[in-house]
């Protein structure tokens, strides 16, 4: 079983941006779908953007469409996430997950089998 940590969370200012990290231990996401989803207080949990397995295609929200964008880094078992003009609504704990052959789905929180423990985003006006 992988397991998944996030960095890269902190307090940006509207406009600006950040960039969160997902490192895998244990195994590489050779055989993973992995995910990105996001919660704010008194929300449930959101989807954001994904790698699909096993042809990687990615896929976004439309919320976040065009301004953030999901990378993967397959010798260093890392997946990134660029977020761009970033506003006050993206605030909220980001939250790496992994989908062990996961082949649909991929929006959904209950297809995931294993979650990091998240990072805070938080986005002044």
């Known amino acids: 079983q992988v397991q998944l940590v996030e960095s890269g969370g902190g307090l940006v200012q509207a406009g600006g941006s950040l960039r969160l990290s997902c490192a895998a231990f244990?195994?590489?996401?050779?055989?993973?779908?992995v995910g990105w989803f996001r919660q704010a207080p008194g929300k449930g949990r959101e989807f954001i953007s994904a790698?699909?397995?096993?042809?990687?295609?990615?896929h976004y929200a439309d919320s976040v469409k065009g301004r953030f964008t999901i990378s993967m880094d397959n010798a260093k078992a890392t997946v990134s996430l660029q977020m761009n003009r970033l506003n006050p609504a993206d605030t909220a704990v980001y939250y790496c997950?992994?989908?062990?052959?996961?082949?649909?789905?991929?929006?959904?929180?209950?297809?995931?089998?294993?979650w990091g423990r998240g990072t805070q985003v938080t986005v002044s006006s």
């Open positions: 244990g195994r590489t996401f050779s055989d993973y779908a």
């Open positions: 790698f699909a397995w096993p042809d990687r295609v990615t």
């Open positions: 997950a992994g989908g062990f052959k996961l082949i649909d789905n991929y929006d959904i929180v209950q297809a995931y089998t294993t």
